[in-house]
């Protein structure tokens, strides 16, 4: 099952993204032996209309053109269910076992995300109650995703 990463905002050179890329390169390595690839990070700028409402419809539409071929989609949303590092593992390890071709983590605007993308989500999952910058928001979800592959090799990396 093909992974990506789906973000509004792009990500300036600095620490968070050494560190985003540190993890990918570790996820893009460890997950082929569990029939899991990563299929990169898609990045859109901020819309610039008006209203939040027109931005968060804009930015959606971005998001659905990953979404080709029936992708599974997981919203990262404050208000989504705080999942652990082995839940999370369990949600890819569900996905790729159900025969799912692609999922896309999505990463909204400083808005959120559009109800017509709630309606597609499979899952909303919260890193916590706490508002993230959208730079750590990437961060966490990249070692999320190498975390989850060393989870389901039975890797030492996760220790509970």
């Known amino acids: ?13 600095g620490a968070e993204r050494d560190l985003v890329a540190r993890y990918l390169d570790r996820f893009t390595k460890a997950a082929p032996p569990l029939g899991l690839e990563f299929s990169g990070v898609s990045e859109a ?50 996905q790729r076992d159900a025969g799912t071709r692609q999922m896309v983590f999505a990463i909204g605007g400083p808005d959120g995300h559009a109800p017509v993308l709630h309606e597609k989500a499979s899952q909303l999952i919260s890193f916590g109650a706490a508002t993230w910058p ?27």
């Open 45 to 94: 700028a901020e819309s610039r209309l008006g209203s939040a409402a027109e931005r968060m419809r804009e930015e959606a539409s971005r998001v659905d053109v990953a979404l080709s071929g029936g992708a599974a989609l997981v919203l990262l949303d404050e208000r989504g269910k705080n999942v652990g590092s082995t839940a999370f593992a369990q949600l890819i390890a569900h």
């Open 1 to 13: 099952m093909r992974v990506g990463i789906n973000a509004i905002g792009r990500l300036k050179a």
């Open 134 to 160: 959208h730079q750590l928001v990437r961060v966490m979800l990249a070692e999320q995703l190498y975390r989850a592959a060393t989870i389901l090799s039975g890797h030492p990396y996760h220790r509970a």
